[in-house]
């Protein structure tokens, strides 16, 4: 079992910055495929972006390309979403979400909730206009 933390939500004005880090308890975690999905107020969760287990290969929604970038540190168990120029619709839940191998050299395959394994609680985002 893994256990995902995400942190690093909060409220801020359109057009500002944050990071959101998502911590995984599982000593195999350069071998996982790491996703980050979001959901806001009366909307499906939605895919946000995915890398596979390198770093070498990441995958966005069209909404966010250009503006966010996922990254991971596997020395530290950890991925992350840079989220930058945000706007108002960014305003969700983020979640983020592993999958285990065997893996796809595409990451761009794993863009669907059901691909993943693992999900953690959630971080708010808030973005004012």
């Known amino acids: 079992q893994v256990q995902l933390v995400e942190s690093g939500g909060g409220l801020v004005q359109a057009g500002g910055s944050l990071r959101l880090s998502c911590a995984a308890s599982?000593?195999?975690?350069?071998?996982?495929?790491m996703g980050w999905f979001r959901q806001a107020p009366g909307k499906e969760r939605e895919f946000v972006a995915a890398?596979?287990?390198?770093?070498?290969?990441?995958y966005y929604a069209d909404s966010v390309k250009g503006r966010f970038t996922i990254s991971r540190d596997n020395a530290k168990n950890t991925v992350y979403l840079q989220m930058n120029t945000l706007k108002a619709e960014d305003t969700a839940v983020y979640y983020c979400?592993?999958?285990?191998?065997?893996?796809?050299?595409?990451?761009?395959?794993?863009?669907?909730?059901?691909?993943?394994?693992?999900w953690g609680q959630g971080t708010q985002v808030t973005v004012s206009s």
């Open positions: 599982t000593r195999t975690f350069s071998s996982y495929a």
């Open positions: 890398i596979n287990w390198s770093g070498g290969s990441t």
């Open positions: 979400a592993a999958r285990p191998p065997p893996l796809l050299p595409v990451v761009a395959e794993y863009s669907a909730q059901y691909d993943y394994d693992y």
